[in-house]
Structures are given as C-alpha cells and as structure tokens.
C-alpha cells in the first residue's frame, strides 16, 4: 500500500506492526499528516482499529481514518469503527483503489460529497447486517451438540514418534513445497499458478524466474533459516475440550460448536474440532501440533533492501517468505500425517489438500480464538525451539510463522464456526476460566449480537 502510494506522488510514514494508538496519532499530529491509514492482518487487530479510531475522537483529530489488510471489511468498518467517530473512516479493499482514496479525501472541493457517500453506504452495511443476523437462527448449544459430527469407528493408529521434534528443513528442501497461486495474488495477478505460468505473460514469468533466484540466493546465502517445532501427545475429549497428556503436564485445547440453523438437521451439521479426538475411555488417541517459520533472518535482508530504497526486492523478499513458511507448514504436515499411516500423494495432490487429516490454526474460520495459540506455545515452546514469540494479541513473530493443530482422524474436516450463541458464549468462558466480557473480546463478531 505504501509502494502505491509513493509512486502516485504521497510521502507515507511507514510506523511498521505493533504500533501503539498513542505513537500512531502523535507521529500523524507531528508530521501533519492528511490522514491515518491502518492495517490488519488477523483479528485482534480489528480491536485495535476501533481503539486507535476512538482515541482519535477522544482527542479531537478529525482526520480521515483509512482502513486496510486481510482481516478487515466494509462490513466490519461499517459495522465496529465507522460508529466511533464522526469524521470518515473509509474501507480501501486493495492497495490499487488506494491512490483514488486518498486523492478525493485530500482534495478540499470532494472531501465532503466523498465522505457523505461512505456514510451512506454504512448505514446501509449496518442496515443489511441487523437483517443478516435475524434472518438465521441459531440452534441452542444442547440441540447444536446432538449433531456433532463422529469420530468414526476405526481404531487410531499410535504416530511413529511422540513428544516433541526440533525441525530445520534448508529452503532448498521447502521449495518444490511451495504453492505459487497467492505468491502471484500479491502482484494483484488473480488465477492459479499453473495457468498464469502456462499464459506464457511476460510479467509472469519474470516474477517467478526472480523469486526462483532469490531463492537460490537465500539457500547459498544461509541467512534466511526455516526453523520450526512438532509434537504428539496423547489426548481425549471432553465435551468441547480437548484434554492433553503432555511431558510438563495435562494441558487443555478449547474448541467451538457451530450453532447456525443447518440446512439438513444430520449428525455432523454442528461439529466442534473437538469431535475427532475420541472421548475419555472410548480408545487411544492421539494429536499433533506445530509452529513453522520462514522468517529468522529475514528482517537484516529487509533491513538492507529497505536501505537501498528497493521497494520490488522488499515485496518479494516478504512473498518468498511467506511462502517458504506454508510450504514448511506443507512438508511438515505430510511427514507427520506419514508417521500414523502411509499416503501415496504427488506433492501437488498435497497442495490441493487431497489427503486424510486436517491442520486447522487457531485464527482460522473452525477456531477463531487466537488466544488458543497460547496453548500450543505451553506445549511446543516456539518461543525457544524456533525463535517464534507471541505477541500479547497473539501474533506470531516474525511474521512468516504458521502455527497449526494436527487432526489424524481420517473423518476430521474444515468447516467454518460461523456465529454463536450467548449460551455457548457463557460455557466458553466458564470452560476458560474467563469473564463473559473478555471471551467476548475473543470471539468478537462470531458472538450474534442482540
Ligand atoms: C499470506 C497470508 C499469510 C502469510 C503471511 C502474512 C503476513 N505477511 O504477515 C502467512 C503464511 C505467514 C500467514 C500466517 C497466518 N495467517 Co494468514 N493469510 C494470508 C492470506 C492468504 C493473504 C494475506 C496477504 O498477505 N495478502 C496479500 C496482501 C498484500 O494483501 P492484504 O493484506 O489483504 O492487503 C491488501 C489490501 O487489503 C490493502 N491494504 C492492506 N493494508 C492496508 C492498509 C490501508 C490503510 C489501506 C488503504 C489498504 C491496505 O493493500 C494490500 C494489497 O492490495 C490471508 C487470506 C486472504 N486471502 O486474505 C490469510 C489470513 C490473513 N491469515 C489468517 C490467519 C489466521 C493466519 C495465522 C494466524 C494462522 C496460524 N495460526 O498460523 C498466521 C498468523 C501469522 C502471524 N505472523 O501472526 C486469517 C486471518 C483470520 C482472522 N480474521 O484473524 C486469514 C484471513 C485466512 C483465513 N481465511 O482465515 N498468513
């Protein structure tokens, strides 16, 4: 977004992540800036937003409030920050509307119209979001948990190892592992890979022959390091829970019932991850976890390449990384599936996800509680295995870290929460030993309102 901007003639102060409401609003105020742009990649971020958006107010500063990045929507601007302010609070969907954006609220004459139509546009998203949430309902969490899915009734198989592995795969061991489809969606080249390659596109081909090369020069170079942390452990269900039989101890895994109306009212239509591990006294079961990153080293690469003003290495050097740390993810996720039974894919086949078993993450649509990562940092130690810490609103750092729960269960499927009840919203809480208002935070918009 940054790029963008600059090459339409914008100076942007780029403050980085993690940045503080206080930091973001007194640099705007010192540096006069026209507006406040902030960005979101994964949702305890969209609390923030609504912090910085109220601080503003708080301190008078009608300055336009741009918002931006993967987690955030219009519906969500329209819906949590729009209402925290009186000035705009405008949604950019991607970097390439953000020139138009910023030209119209910067310009005395179309500030006003400009803003005017925003507002009108979120009422009306504010509008169709009351009649979205009464349009479904919801089961009770008695009624949801009468369709869990089943666990099946094959006997699991012990994995080959428990306990937990260190793993530091070379970056010429990941690559065959990565999937290219989002590494062109951050060129804004839309498509799957295998066509965008086959197009024959000038653009295409030059993109990836230069991430090929920088990969061939991470590998030479040796200071970009893959490092990463896997475990087994025996584990039970209860209730909701998952309960885990760890060398420091039991720890617990929280999970969350979907409770939206099913079409067809069958087993299954309300599972909750917890669904396939088998319940306490019923067999043997096992799950798995692990924390990948691509990012040790990155940020002396980036430093450098920020030095040499090269906005195009910076953008790849960060693609390529996050690639790296999916195909990582990728690898790892075979090996562990293969330490239960044997699977017989193409690399690509895994890619497509055609295997047995799932790797959701907390953040993800069947567990969007971030703070369950805590967890799994209790259980694998990221932190001192692999050099990936947690931020206090559990981001992972450095950025191109993938963390995941492993599922062997052959039945296990993705599926996405949707929105829940006050019901589960209190056994939650209970079940974590939190406030019904701090759960709240947690879950945020998976919470129906009213
Ligand atoms: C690439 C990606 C990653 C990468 C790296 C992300 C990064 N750089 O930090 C990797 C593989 C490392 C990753 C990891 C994770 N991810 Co991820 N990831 C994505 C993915 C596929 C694309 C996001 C992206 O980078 N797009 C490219 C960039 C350039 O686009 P963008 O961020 O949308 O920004 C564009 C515009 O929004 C605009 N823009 C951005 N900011 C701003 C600001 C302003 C002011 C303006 C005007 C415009 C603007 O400009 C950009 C270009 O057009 C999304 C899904 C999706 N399709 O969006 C999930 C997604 C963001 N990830 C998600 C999750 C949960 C995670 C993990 C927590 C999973 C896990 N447990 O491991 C981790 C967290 C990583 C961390 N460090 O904490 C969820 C977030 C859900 C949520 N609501 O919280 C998503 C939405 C996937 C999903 N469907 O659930 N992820």
Redesign the pocket.
């Known amino acids: 977004?940054s790029v963008?901007l600059a090459c339409n003639g914008w100076r942007v102060v780029d403050l980085g992540v993690m940045v503080s409401a206080e930091r973001i609003i007194d640099t705007a105020l010192a540096e006069k800036a026209l507006m406040v742009?902030?960005?979101?990649?994964?949702?305890?971020?969209?609390d923030e937003m609504v912090h910085v958006a109220k601080e503003l107010e708080r301190r008078g500063i009608a300055l336009p409030l741009?918002?931006?990045?993967?987690?955030?929507s219009p519906r969500h601007t329209a819906v949590k920050i729009a209402p925290c302010r009186e000035a705009a609070v405008?949604?950019?969907?991607?970097?390439?509307?953000?020139p138009g954006?910023?030209e119209q609220l910067a310009s005395a004459s179309a500030r006003e119209a400009f803003a005017a139509k925003v507002r009108g546009e979120q009422e009306r998203d504010r509008e169709r979001h009351a009649a979205r949430a009464n349009a479904r309902p919801l089961l009770s969490l008695a009624e949801a948990r009468a369709l869990a899915a089943d666990c099946g009734a094959a006997r699991s198989e012990a994995p080959a190892w428990n306990g937990v592995r260190i793993v530091r795969p070379t970056v010429r061991e990941l690559t065959p592992w990565i999937d290219w489809t989002?590494f062109f969606?951050?060129w804004?080249l839309r498509g799957t890979a295998e066509k965008l390659l086959a197009s024959g596109d000038k653009r295409v081909l030059e993109l990836h022959a230069d991430a090929l090369s920088l990969l061939a020069e991470l590998e030479i170079g040796g200071v970009l390091t893959p490092r990463g942390v896997a475990g087994f452990w025996r584990a039970a269900r209860h209730g909701e829970d998952i309960h885990i039989q760890a060398a420091q101890g039991a720890k617990v895994l929280h999970t969350l019932r979907r409770q939206e109306l099913p079409r067809e009212q069958k087993a299954g239509a309300c599972p909750a991850l917890a669904d396939w591990i088998r319940e306490e006294g019923s067999g043997e079961d096992w799950l798995g976890a692990f924390?990948v990153s691509?990012?040790d080293g990155l940020e002396w690469l980036l430093a450098a390449a920020r030095r040499d003003h090269d906005d195009y290495r910076v953008i790849m050097l960060?693609?390529v990384?996050?690639?790296l740390?999916?195909a990582f993810?990728e690898k790892l996720h075979s090996e562990m599936r293969r330490a239960v039974r044997p699977e017989e894919l193409s690399i690509g086949a895994q890619i497509a996800e055609e295997y047995q078993g799932i790797r959701p993450?907390?953040?993800?649509?069947a567990q969007?509680d971030?703070s369950e990562?805590q967890v799994l940092w209790e259980l694998l130690d990221p932190t001192g295995n692999a050099g990936i810490r947690l931020?206090e609103n559990?981001?992972?750092?450095?950025?191109?870290?993938?963390?995941?729960i492993v599922f062997l269960n052959p039945a296990a499927r993705y599926f996405a929460l949707g929105e829940i009840g006050e019901d589960q919203l209190v056994d939650y809480a209970g079940r974590k030993g939190l406030t019904l208002e701090a759960a709240r935070k947690l879950l945020g918009s998976h919470v129906r309102s009213g």
């Open positions: 977004m963008v742009g902030l960005s979101g990649l994964i949702t305890p971020s969209l741009l918002i931006g990045g993967a987690t955030t405008v949604h950019v969907v991607d970097a390439s509307r953000t954006v910023v989002p969606h951050v804004e924390a691509a990012g960060e693609a990384a996050d690639r740390a999916e993810a993450a907390p953040g993800y649509p969007p971030h990562k931020t559990w981001a992972m750092l450095p950025a191109a870290s993938v963390s995941a």
